[in-house]
């Protein structure tokens, strides 16, 4: 695991559909990506689960700094070959 500290903080949803259809594989993802959730909350109106965690993929922020948002398209495919899930993601932060 990459070094970082809770200055390395960030925002991002998953819909409810995708979290329930891959529940098994949620926590090989968040060590894949290396992201602690520190809290969870279900957004009923939008289907889905707002995560706020650290993770090296994340920016610094200052401690008084709004917590940046993220967009995180998360891509697993299996592989055949090793009989394992290939776990890739795209952060891209909000603006």
Known sequence: MNSFDNSNRGIFNISSDTLYS??????KIFQHLEII???????????SFQ???????????????Q???????????????TQEDKISAIFEEQL
């Open 51 to 65: 995560y706020v965690g650290y993770s090296p993929n994340f920016r610094k922020v200052i401690p008084e700094a």
């Open 37 to 47: 959730p520190v809290r969870v909350e279900h957004l009923f109106m939008s289907k």
């Open 22 to 27: 891959d529940l098994p594989n949620l926590l």
């Open 67 to 81: 917590t940046p948002i993220y967009n995180v398209t998360i891509n697993i495919v299996y592989d055949p070959k």
